[in-house]
Structure formats: structure tokens, C-alpha cells
T-cell receptor, first 114, second 113 residues
Framework: GDSVTQMEGPVTLSEEAFLTINCTYT??????LFWYVQYPGEGLQLLLK?????DKGSNKGFEATYRKETTSFHLEKGSVQVSDSAVYFC?????????????FGQGTELSVKP | DGGITQSPKYLFRKEGQNVTLSCEQN?????MYWYRQDPGQGLRLIYY???????QKGDIAEGYSVSREKKESFPLTVTSAQKNPTAFYLC????????????FGPGTRLTVL
């Protein structure tokens, strides 16, 4: 079945450092790909998305490119801030798969130090 | 403001009790979902509904029940048959059931005493 694998955390960075969180997926169809962010005790917020190969999603300085050839959707940010500390989830949604349910990776905790 | 609300934020249950978690959305979305989150893990689908008066089991439906009598409401009941109900429960909605993004509520943390 479809699945998402993302790099294990926690990831600890200094402020203004470059961030990469790796995400790879397995899917039988042509999924949409998403990055969600979760702050402590809260629900998930959509960070960015891409719906087809070579699409680049971007938001708040974060970027990810849908790479079909490598089945990847790595999250990047050029300069992280303390306020970016959160848990980041990579997810996919495939039409016809249980109502378009989201399949999540296990999450990567990011901690940014001043 | 459009969005999804969940209540209560915290819920404590004694063993053997059924409890109901509320989820309401005013986004006019057709599809609604319930996910369960356990510490250090991703989310897993409990139930979903693509339209009013219809719902389907997800990957971990045992011990849970839902209803969808109104478009904006999708309550989840955690029954006494759920063996390990302590978790964070998240409700979500989307415009359709293709490959659309889902919008999440703030969650309900359920603890069994």
C-alpha cells in the first residue's frame, strides 16, 4: 500500500541555519503531496502542497519540490527561526484511496536554538 | 472566520464509559475525517465521510463509531470496546475526496483514568 517515510528527529539547529527534512513516498497512483506543521498541543496546519510532478510548493520561506523520479518531497528552508520549532509531517493523498485520506510519515521534530 | 472546531479540548474517561468528541466545520466542505495521533507517530485514519448520511471505516475503526446527520457535524464516539483510547484525536475536512488538502481542528486529548 501507499506509504510515507521521513527522516527521524529530533533535528536541532541554530537560528539562521539551513533546514532539510527528507521525505520519500511509495504510491500506486498519482498522489498529491503535503507538508503539515504541528505546534505543541495544537492541530495540524497545512504548510505547503504539490499536486503533480515537478511542482514546487512554497510558503513562509519553506519549499518542497515533487520529484517523481526519486519519489521524494524534501522540505527546505534557507534560514530557520526559533519560531519554526515544531513537528513537521510529510503526507500524501491519492484519489480513490479511502476517500482521499492522508497517509502520514511519523513526523520530524525540529528545535531551533537562538 | 471559517474553520473547524473540536470540543472539548481535554477529556477524561473512566474505563467502561463511552464518550463523544464533537467536530463542527463551517467551511461548507463535503468530506470529513477523524484521525488518531499517538506520541511520536503519524496520524491514522479512524473514519471518514464523503457526504451527509454516509461514512466509511478507516484503518483503525474498531471501538469507534460516528454519525453524519448534518454536513457541518461529524461526532466521534469512543466506546468501551476501544482497548487503548488514550490519544490525541484530530478532526479534518476537505472540499472533496480526491487529492485535496485537509484542514484540521485543534484536537481533543482523551485520557482514560
Amino acid at each position: 500500500g501507499d506509504s510515507v517515510t521521513q527522516m527521524e528527529g529530533p533535528v536541532t539547529l541554530s537560528e539562521e541555519a539551513f533546514l532539510t527534512i527528507n521525505c520519500t513516498y511509495t504510491a500506486t497512483g498519482y498522489p498529491s503531496l503535503f507538508w503539515y506543521v504541528q505546534y505543541p498541543g495544537e492541530g495540524l496546519q497545512l504548510l505547503l502542497k504539490a499536486t503533480k510532478a515537478d511542482d514546487k510548493g512554497s510558503n513562509k520561506g519553506f519549499e518542497a519540490t515533487y520529484r517523481k523520479e526519486t519519489t521524494s518531497f524534501h522540505l527546505e528552508k534557507g534560514s530557520v527561526q526559533v519560531s519554526d520549532s515544531a513537528v513537521y509531517f510529510c503526507a500524501l493523498s491519492d484519489r480513490g484511496n479511502q476517500g482521499g485520506k492522508l497517509i502520514f510519515g511519523q513526523g520530524t521534530e525540529l528545535s531551533v536554538k537562538p | 472566520d471559517g474553520g473547524i472546531t473540536q470540543s472539548p479540548k481535554y477529556l477524561f474517561r473512566k474505563e467502561g464509559q463511552n464518550v463523544t468528541l464533537s467536530c463542527e466545520q463551517n467551511l461548507n466542505h463535503d468530506a470529513m475525517y477523524w484521525y488518531r495521533q499517538d506520541p511520536g507517530q503519524g496520524l491514522r485514519l479512524i473514519y471518514y465521510s464523503q457526504i451527509v448520511n454516509d461514512f466509511q471505516k478507516g484503518d483503525i475503526a474498531e471501538g469507534y463509531s460516528v454519525s453524519r446527520e448534518k454536513k457541518e457535524s461529524f461526532p466521534l464516539t469512543v466506546t468501551s470496546a476501544q482497548k487503548n483510547p488514550t490519544a490525541f484525536y484530530l478532526c479534518a475536512s476537505s472540499i472533496g475526496t480526491g487529492r485535496d488538502e485537509q484542514f484540521f481542528g485543534p484536537g481533543t486529548r482523551l485520557t482514560v483514568l
